[in-house]
């Protein structure tokens, strides 16, 4: 029992994640008058959402004025192989563009076509050019965008209050640990300052996790530190559930060397705009891995394929720009039939295909990225890329419209929130995921609030419990070896990726989950040195329980789902199986997240209209045949 | 250390700088280079003498435009509305002013001064000796403000320079000629153009103050001419100042008959 | 390809510290924040450093290698020799916290007192129309990934404390010449710059253009632009002169 000192703060919302999607949720709560704090691991503006590069996609029309809110909903859904929450898909289709012209009127200056509206790009998967952009720099324009919001919404305050902080207050640096209840309702939560490692609870009865992603469990990734699966094991342990956990994004082109970059993204804009993929022999490969589902929708011919840039109404679009899902694979067999590059990638070649000037000025960070730490100059020589594990589709279960997870006074928006993309996501479809969610996440907590009859509590020995956690790991235990954290973070990496990774098969994932019972075993022991101030061997003790927890509703669910789908792959099982299509895996977890369990459950069926807005035979390939019965395809027959 | 990077609650570094790569060496060439065109200048001006060559037309820039009726012979291309210069003023104080005033306020000047004679910074990250700093906020310092008035100014002398270029292609015999000087003397002009449209106030002025340049299409070119240039603004400034200096030691040695003129031409 | 490589790093935190050496392995194609963490893993698992994406995006990873400001994840360790003993301390400019994490909430307190962006009143969602090339300039400058090394740099602020009352720094002077040049804002702040953020502090010796990792040209294109436009409004007699006489109003929104 440790006496500890916790610095309390009381507020209407609290958002955990400066991410696009965090930020978005906190500017409405806040703007529908409601004191809101945002709790960000790293410092603000800093979040994930930082990193993406291609864009954001919105059915603006302003390219190719055919595109509508329908079209980019059948993309989505046929990107997530129609397991999608099409409730959750709908909003976002619709939503989006309202939401992009939005961020213009915070000041964000998005790319321009030649008429001055916002220019939009290409995108695997997307049927037009959809991805409003900034060069490749989109997430790092809406956060920041989204961070000048924040601060005149600040200004705002002190022009009324005298005090900036008033109604929205960013807390930096600051690491949330534990949900906090009073009986199923959430009341609050508990952290502790980076810095410092002093103590806070906020005092709350609503909380939007928005914290992101897991990739951090796997050794080869795009993902930043802060992917450790926070939100997701909070929301476990707090009695939430997380639905499609076995699905998870491996983008294709990741840097593969040198080894300390390895998994570094290389945005899919390269492909987008003119990069091609090419084995060491020279040749084109993705002509020859055009799965059945897309058959007729990709151009067969290299001629076609370059023409398409150029007319997209007449011909059909490179292969190269599949889904992330099949081209990952595409990569994946190419390698293993000893036709990478050198140093186990295939080569992603823009050189030949852009004049050099257009390459650095459409894709200024990727010459830029690949300059600085690979040596290779992207304008005379093609890339080494290949997957990397970047994005999860799995997330909280919650309500589409109020992104309200089953616990009362909890909301999930952004990458952790699940449902949205299926079993896939599309390029592009997170950002424009972040801000029409984020939004809806904000309203949700607002309107639970209005009708919130009285505050909920929260008692001092919960708060005990949560600060006696938080300090364990300075406790060395009396007896047996103390651990490493990075030692078994380390572990838990290499074996997510080697056995949860791309590819799956049953003896792997069940050695997986082998592992995890063993390494779930040792971090009890981790111990560490050093005080709490910035103590990242301590952080990482903590973060490391929480991908544990959610490395096991990954592995659980992946041994459970037998067959393959976007962004789960069996060996075992190669074939999509219509019967899976609308089953979901729900995982949940007992109080203290030391166990994890995973059940199927049935997903919703698509609303009727919906569903008539695809064509018979798409929906023959992925439904069973009972559940088409309603189609006017088949009504008529 | 108790002020700048010992201030209290920063890292507590005993060292200056751990920088290992050569940070002296901008300081110090620059710094050479500066002393040297003010001292050369300086004695220049005061000469008062060997600024023309009558023979081959060539006038050095330190004395262009000459409007003195003590100016010899020849060389007052615009007249002699200034009647006659006491003695203690150098005879092209005018010309002195402008020109030394635009360098002297130059965005450019003003960088490489600050950084090799004043050390406020010597070089990046490495401390500066000087107490108290208010940089260009406060007089005398903020009347720097004023460059743009130089630049109007030095536009009309590099006209007037490039009029002094046509007549330095006069021959022996009256007629059309050239000499290594005209070679020298159009280069000279040709860097001073370069630096002068190359400023920043040029730049601000053709269209860096527009909003908008979609509504001012031909702005927007003369803007992003002007913007090519500038980015080698610094190169400008050091090479004409070179060829300043190689034009007026060339014209002063013809015109005290050190050298004599080798002609291309006539 | 892997050496045994020599460093001195920088471990303390606002009460004392010193540099503690270090030797470590250093493998291909590694760059300094590579070492870090093999240090952390290694030798020093309390050793406090700050980073996020490890690929020069976010700006976290600010710290001195041989006493220049640079970005931890962006410095490769072959542009130091085998031999050489490489040097890391925490930014010099703000006030330490622990080891190479320092306390850059003078960056945030800044960017606060800078007026935000103010739309047009009269537009709606989707009405926004913007040519590419009115555009530009501010997209320049919205390249900034706030590592606030180019803050950490200037000579106004790292050498003398005091001025960091009335200088808001390149990176927030930089944020006013993005608002001034976007093509819809309403605001001005060009007096502002001057007045409340110490435009005249900046001596344009372009120590925060060299050190920018994103290779932004501060001062050529957002400073001196500034203050250029600051001359317009305070100094220069015949532009306030023909302002008064074609009335153009105190904001040249042409
Ligand atoms: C390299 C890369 C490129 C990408 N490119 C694109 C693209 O082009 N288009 C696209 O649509 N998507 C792209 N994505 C995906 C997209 O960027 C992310 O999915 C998205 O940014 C996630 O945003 P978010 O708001 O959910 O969370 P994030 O932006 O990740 O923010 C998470 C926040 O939560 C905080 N947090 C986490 N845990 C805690 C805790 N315990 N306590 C307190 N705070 C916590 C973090 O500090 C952080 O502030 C890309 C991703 C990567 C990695
Ligand atoms: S140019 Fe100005 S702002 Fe930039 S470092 Fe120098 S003095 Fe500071
Ligand atoms: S302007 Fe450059 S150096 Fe300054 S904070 Fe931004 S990215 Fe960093
Ligand atoms: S002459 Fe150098 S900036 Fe004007
Ligand atoms: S860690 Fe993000 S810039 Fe270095």
Redesign the interface.
Known sequence: MVQVQVERFAYDVVVIGAGGAGLRAAIEARQQGKRTAIVTK?????A?T??AEGGCAAS?GNVNAKDNWEVHFRDTMRGGKFLNNWRMAELHAKEA??RV??L????A?F??T????I?QRNFGGHTYPRLAH??D?TG??MI?TMQ??I??L??EDFEEHGD?EAMLKVF?ECTITELIKDGDRISGAFAYWR?SGKFLLFETPAIVLATGGIGKSFKVTSN???YTGDGHALALRAGATLINMEFVQFHPTGMV?????KG??VTEGVRGDGGVLKNSTGERFMFGYIPDVFKGQYAETEKEADAWYKDQDNNRRTPDLLPRDEVARAINSEVKAGRGSPHGGVFLDIASRLPADEIRRRL??MY??FK???DVDITSQPMEVGPTCHYVMGGVEVDPDTASSVVPGLFAAGEVAGGMHGSNRLGGNSLSDLIVFGRRAGLGAVSYLDGLAERPTISESDVDDAANRAVAPFDWPTEGQAE????IH?ELQQSMNDLVGIIRKEEEVQQALDKLVELKERARFVA????R??????HLSLDLRNMLLVSECVAKAALMRTESRGGHTRDDFPGMDAQWRNTLLVCSSDERGTHAEVAAKPQEPMREDLLELFELSELEKYYTDEELTQHSGRAGQ | MK???G?P?????PER?????GWRVYPLTTGAILIFFILYATVRIFMNQWYWAPEEHYLTPLYSPCLSTSCVPGSSHFGQPMGEIPAFLPMAFITFVILAGFRGTC?YY??AG??SLFM??AA?????P?K???????FP??IL????YFFYGALVFACINIYDAVLSFHGKDGGIGMGVGTVIILINVAMLLAYTLSC??C??IVG?????????PLR?RYWTFVSKL??RHGQFAMISLVTVILTDAYIMAVAAGWITDLRIFN | MSYKGNFKV?R???T????EDFVVEV?????VL?IIHRL??TQA????????????????CSA?I????RLLC?T?MSVFTEQ?TI?V??L????????L????SYN?QK??EV???T?PEN?G??E????????ER??EF?????CFLCQ??C??I????E?KESFSGPRFLMRIAE?????L?TEDRTRDA?DEH??????????CT??CPE?IKIT?NAL??M??????R???PIVWLGNQLFRRGSH???
């Open positions: 790293s410092l603000f503006g800093k994930h930082v990193m603006m563009p309202d012209w939005e213009e009127t915070y000041g200056l790319d321009r030649k008429d001055g509206r220019s900034v060069g720099r790092l324009e920041r000048q919001k601060v005149s600040q200004q900036y930096p810095d930043s530190w802060e060397w040198p080894p300390s970059v570094i993204l200024p960070s830029h990225q600085e730490l690979a490493n954290p990075y030692t380390a560490v040195e050093g005080r101030e910035f103590n990242p061997g301590w | 002020a700048g990077v201030a609650g920063r890292a507590q570094i700088t751990f920088r290992t790569d965005y003003r960088k600050y950084r406020a910074p990046c990250a490495v401390p500066e000087h108290k700093y208010t940089g260009e906020s406060k310092l903020v403000n004023a460059h743009r920043h106030a730049r601000h860096g103050r527009l909003k908008n340049f979609s509504k001012h927007y500038n980015v | 920088w303390g935190d606002d004392s510290g010193g540099l493998n291909e194609g590694e760059v590579d952390q893993a698992p309390d050793l406090a450093v700050r980073w996020n994406c490890k690929a020069g995006k976010c700006g976290s001195e041989n006493g220049m400001p962006m490769r050489e040097t301390t925490p010099r400019t703000f006030p330490v916290v622990r080891d994490v320092t306390d850059v945030y960017a606060r007026p935000s962006f739309p537009l969602l989707g926004y129309r913007m040519k590419q090339r009115d555009v501010s997209q919205r390249k900034c990934i706030e950490n740099t000579h106004v790292r050498d003398h404390e001025n608002l001034e040049m976007h093509p804002d001057q110490g435009l005249g502090y900046c001596n344009i010796t372009k120590c060299e050190v290779h050529d001196i632009p203050k250029e436009r600051v001359a317009d305070k100094y220069d040249n929104k042409h």
